[in-house]
């Protein structure tokens, strides 16, 4: 009887992965990109790369997405995004919502 329910409850388990799993595949992930395109490119900071921590990089990008205009909750996804994987994802992910310099001159 016990082992009846392990299996069952093994079963379910498998069940909510698959679920899981096809859901996962059917809903696309937003990327920074789409946040870009939705909120525009900010001006470059000054003094942006003065500390190459990655922390410290998204920080200074999150101020200039705020003085750019982004909602809270844009600038949060971001940073979420750009901090997920490894650190040129994150250096790429910053120098995406940047305008080139000379745009703004």
Same mark, same amino acid.
């Given at each position: 009887?016990?082992? /009846? &329910?392990?299996?069952?409850?093994?079963? !379910?388990?498998?069940?909510?992965?698959?679920? #899981?799993?096809?859901?996962?595949?059917?809903?696309?992930?937003?990327?920074?990109?789409?946040?870009?395109i939705?909120?525009?490119?900010v001006?470059?900071?000054? /003094? &942006?790369?003065?500390?190459g921590?990655? !922390?410290?990089?998204?920080?200074?990008?999150q #101020?200039?997405?705020?003085?750019?205009?982004?909602?809270s909750?844009?600038r949060?996804e971001?940073?979420?995004?750009a901090?997920?994987?490894?650190?040129n994802?994150?250096?790429?992910?910053?120098?995406?919502?940047?305008?080139?310099?000379?745009?703004?001159?």
């Open positions: 009887m016990i082992n /009846n &329910f392990i299996d069952e409850e093994d079963t !379910l388990d498998e069940e909510e992965n698959v679920m #899981t799993k096809q859901n996962t595949h059917t809903m696309k992930e937003r990327t920074v990109k789409d946040l870009v939705e909120n525009g490119q001006p470059f900071p000054r /003094n &942006f790369a003065e500390d921590n990655a !922390l410290s990089l998204v920080t200074k990008t #101020t200039a997405l705020k003085r750019g205009g982004w909602a909750k844009a949060d971001f940073a979420r995004l901090l997920n994987h490894d650190y994802n994150v250096i790429n992910s910053c120098l995406s919502c940047f305008r080139n310099r000379e745009d703004d001159e």
